[in-house]
Each structure stands twice: as C-alpha cells, then as structure tokens.
C-alpha cells in the first residue's frame, strides 16, 4: 500500500495532501468504511441486562483483591535438595535480571458513557406497588421502586443514560401518574402528560 | 421527583465488592452497548455476540476483585470480552463454519442503482471482513469501524501501537484483494 495512502487512513495525512490517484483510492476506501458503518449494530438486546444479572444473582459474591493477596502472601514450607535449592535461586536471579515490558494500562476512554443514577421519588401512600416506566427501558413495568419504612413515600435508582428522557409512575400495576414534581412535561399524545427529566453527561 | 447521583465506575465496583451485587447492574447498563457493538463486528451473528458480552459480563462480576484499577473497568471488561471473541474465531467449530476460500469479489462503487445490489454489496463487505483472521479484524474494526487512535488501542489491548498499525496494514491489504477496493 501506498505510504501517503496509509499515512492518510491513519490519520496523519490530510486528504489535500494526497495526489490525484491517491484522492480516488482515498475516497474509495472512505466509501468502503462508510458501507461497513451502514450496517451499525444496535444495542445491546434488551434482554442481556436481565439475563446477566440473574446469573449474577445466584453467584458467589466476588472475591475482593485483598482475599487475592493474602493467598499470594501465605506462607507455604518448600522442601527441596541443596542443589535444587541453588538452581531455584539461580532461576529467580535470571528472572529478576530479565528486562521488563512495560506493563499495560487497560482502560477505554472512548468507550465510557457515563450513565448517572438518578432516584426517583413519589408520594403514594396506600399504594401497595409502585413502579417506573420510561423510554429508558421501553416503558415496562419492571423498574420497582420501595418504600421500605412504610411512610408512602416511594424511591427507586436508576442508572440512566445522557439525553432527554419521558417517564410515568405506575401504582398497583394499573394506574399511570405523572411526576408532579418533575423537571419538565410533554404531552403523551393520548390526552396525559409524561415526566420529562433531562440527563447530562458527567464532564 | 428525580435526582441526579453520580457513581462512578469506581464506586460501583467498590459498592458490589462489599456486598451491594445490585450495583453492577450500573456496570451493565453502562458498558453492554459498546461490548456488544463491538463483538457483533467481530463474530458477525447477533446471537453469538450476545452470548459472549453474556458471558464477558458474568466472568467479570466474578473476577471483579482481581480488576486493579476499579476506575478504568470498562476497559477491563472489554479485555475479558475481547478475548472471548478471538477464542470464539479461533475455536473448531467457528472454522466449520466459516466459508473457505478468499475469492475476490469485485464492489462497484458507482452508485447502486437498488437495495437489491447493496445488499448484495453489504454481505460482500461483511463477508470480507469474516475472513481476516482475528487480531487483524479486530485492529481494523477498532480503528476504521470504532474511530480509535491507535493509542487508545494499545491502551486498551495491551499491544504496542507499531504491532497495531501493522495488524491494520494487513487488515487494509487483505480486503483490498478480497474487494478490488480500486483498481
């Protein structure tokens, strides 16, 4: 491949720079890319969350680093023979005189969007269930909201990604109501109005 | 009434650590996308990609205490993914799958006259992509598909950026030859 050309798909050539020939092989590989991104895969399908989070939780609760290190730092009686001995020690010398690689970082900032948890909270008092609907997960029912001290007072969080977003409490399964202390409203389209709450990206 | 908290990757993974499992449902839902993005380019079947960022997902609450840096999990999820998905290229069953033989096929770029020829165009495509062998597609999805630089390639798969551009060289040959992307 031509070197202007493989500097320019990598980014460090502009395109004024390449020949006339190498325009065209330029904008064709564009193209090709561009055909590539045309079948984009959407999101992951709604059930996954679901699906993993019920594998996760019948597991084991993970172990934390420290449980990790103390197994590593445990102290263990080696019986070995004088000779075996010094050969150990020599092999531990040459290891620790080998030059070392650089050790790696592993982290992706591109691909972090930052989803904020937001809590949702509503008076309901005789209200036996309460949950939250919205275009953040296809208003379903399934986001169920507590209220634990029995006060009436119904909270539930919810990790929600940066945009605008509609959403409604459900009582008992059946019964539809709007925030009243929502940031904004929008007509649903059916003669109610939905909750609008907008969500910004953590900078 | 809604109110904004912010948790960080950090947060969560200390919170599941000690105890509060129901916090790495904030892992989920923040990272399923782009994993999943990303192994359908690789496996190219819906369900294959799924069942891995399943299984990426699964394995990383796991091993959640061996995560060194709590902050930068995502991209420690997608190392635990993108292995997945080169054990999955790699594995027998996928090479009885895959379809033999690098026969070029020839893209006309000049405007498709139906949805019937770029169709076609698009499984021509997508059927060149299958055939780069695992690290070269997932460098050049990574980088022409995703917008990386290639240092956050290597970054994030832990290779060097000259091991990387080279990958991406013949990642770009070899569907050069299988496409005749210009003659």
Known sequence: MNPDLRAYLDGELTYEKLSPELRAEAAAWDGLVQEMKQSEPAGAPPWLEGAVMTEVSVMPAPASKETALQWLLRSRTIHMSPLTGALAA?????????????QSVTTDPAVITTAIL?????????????????????????????????????????PIQPGVHKYMFVIDGTEWVTDPDAERYADDGFGNRNAVLAVTPVT | M?????????????AVLEGNREMYRVLVRRYQDTLYQHALRMVGRADDAA????????????KLGRCRDPEKVGGWLFQIMSNLCKDFLKSPRRDDLSIDGASATVIDRSDPSDDLE?????ASVRQALEKLNAEQREAFVLKHLEGRSYDEMSELLGVSKSALKMRVLRAREELQFMLKVYQ
């Open chain 1, 90 to 102: 020599a092999a531990i010398l040459v290891v620790l005189l080998l030059p070392r690689e650089p």
């Open chain 1, 118 to 158: 937001v809590e949702f909270k509503l008076e309901a008092p005789g209200a036996t269930s309460v949950a939250l609907a919205g275009d953040f997960n296809d208003w379903r029912t399934d986001l169920v909201m507590e209220d634990r001290d029995g006060d009436g007072i119904w909270t539930g969080r919810v």
């Open chain 2, 2 to 14: 809604s109110t904004k908290l912010n948790v960080s990757d950090g947060d969560a993974v200390r």
């Open chain 2, 51 to 62: 069942d891995i960022v399943q299984r990426a997902l699964v394995n990383g609450f796991e």
């Open chain 2, 118 to 122: 770029r169709g076609e165009m698009r």
